[in-house]
């Protein structure tokens, strides 16, 4: 950086594909201590996935039964695309399995990929509704999210499993109706940070709507603020203060 010029963060680049890992374990065992920090842990519920670089038909999840609060970089599984566990101490969550290897399975191009039981998204799947355009933030989701308009229990089935990926289409979430939310991006950061904003967008649509009738953003306002805050940068870009904050109040992640 020369003198005068002034720092902007920028996608990190790997000099090799061990570094890149470690990399997105890191970031994915931060994804787990904010989703605590945030409740969003229900139980044994809920599960972020991040493709490993190096053999990229498996991902990194979390340990089954191990709180979100607790999850380290060091105690993370890596599972197969036939859910077998190939590198870890613990078993997998079988609908983490179910859903996260399909959705990577449907999208090279997804790296990262989030979803939880989180209290507003879970509320707004009950209306069997999507996201309406009622805020700045919530653009970043104008037409670039679905409504999976379908519930069969708890999503063990590869075959069901491929029904939501398929609802999620070439989006960066979709609404499971009466389940909850998923997102994913091209890195950890952005998934996560898709998430924790959907889920807020959730919560604000539904103050909104009990106060009284909503003002929508005009479509072609809505879909310039959609260029400004729902592109893979941003998502990358808005995660990066959260890392920030949960690395230096818990360092213990990266052990």
């Given at each position: 950086?020369?003198?005068?010029?002034?720092?902007?963060?920028?996608?990190?680049?790997?000099?090799?594909?061990?570094?890149?890992?470690?990399?997105?374990?890191?970031?994915?065992?931060?994804?787990?201590r904010?989703?605590?920090?945030f409740?969003?842990?229900?139980?044994v519920?809920?599960?972020?996935?991040?493709?490993d670089?190096?053999?990229?038909?498996?991902?990194?999840?979390?340990?089954?039964?191990?709180?979100?609060?607790?999850?380290?970089q060091?105690?993370?599984i890596?599972?197969?695309?036939?859910?077998?566990?190939?590198?870890g101490d613990?078993?997998?969550?079988?609908?983490?399995?179910?859903?996260h290897?399909?959705?990577?399975?449907a999208?090279?191009?997804?790296?990262?990929?989030?979803h939880?039981?989180?209290t507003?998204?879970r509320?707004?799947?009950?209306?069997?509704?999507?996201?309406?355009?009622?805020?700045?933030?919530?653009?970043?989701?104008?037409g670039?999210?679905?409504?999976?308009?379908d519930?069969?229990?708890?999503v063990?089935?590869?075959?069901?499993?491929?029904?939501?990926?398929h609802?999620?289409?070439?989006?960066?979430?979709?609404?499971?109706?009466?389940?909850?939310?998923?997102?994913?991006?091209e890195?950890?950061?952005?998934a996560?940070?898709?998430?924790?904003?959907?889920?807020?967008?959730?919560?604000?649509?539904?103050?909104?709507?009990?106060?009284?009738?909503?003002?929508h953003?005009?479509?072609?306002?809505?879909?310039?603020?959609?260029e400004?805050?729902?592109?893979?940068?941003?998502?990358?870009?808005s995660?990066q203060?959260?890392?920030?904050?949960?690395?230096?109040e818990?360092?213990?992640?990266?052990?």
């Open positions: 950086m020369t003198d005068g010029e002034k720092w902007f963060p920028t996608v990190p680049e790997f000099a090799s594909p061990e570094e890149e890992r470690l990399h997105r374990k890191q970031r994915l065992a931060a994804g787990f904010l989703f605590a920090k409740g969003f842990e229900e139980g519920a809920g599960h972020i996935t991040a493709r670089p190096i053999e990229p038909d498996t991902f990194w999840v979390n340990p089954f039964v191990v709180p979100f609060a607790h999850v380290r060091s105690n993370l890596r599972v197969n695309h036939a859910g077998e566990v190939v590198e613990f078993h997998v969550n079988t609908a983490a399995f179910a859903i290897s399909q959705v990577h399975a999208r090279p191009d997804v790296v990262g990929a989030a939880s039981h989180s507003h998204g509320a707004l799947s009950t209306l069997g509704e999507e996201l309406e355009p009622i805020t700045q933030d919530v653009c970043a989701f104008y670039d999210h679905a409504l999976f308009d519930y069969t229990g708890v063990n089935d590869v075959e069901e499993a491929k029904r939501l990926a609802a999620l289409g070439e989006n960066k979430a979709v609404i499971l109706r009466n389940h909850g939310l998923l997102t994913v991006g890195t950890v950061d952005s996560v940070f898709w998430f924790i904003t959907m889920e807020r967008s959730c919560q604000v649509q539904l103050l909104a709507k009990a106060a009284g009738k909503v003002v953003i005009d479509p072609d306002q809505a879909k310039k603020t959609y400004q805050v729902g592109s893979e940068f941003v998502g990358w870009l995660f203060p959260l890392w920030a904050k949960i690395t230096r818990q360092p213990d992640l990266l052990d």
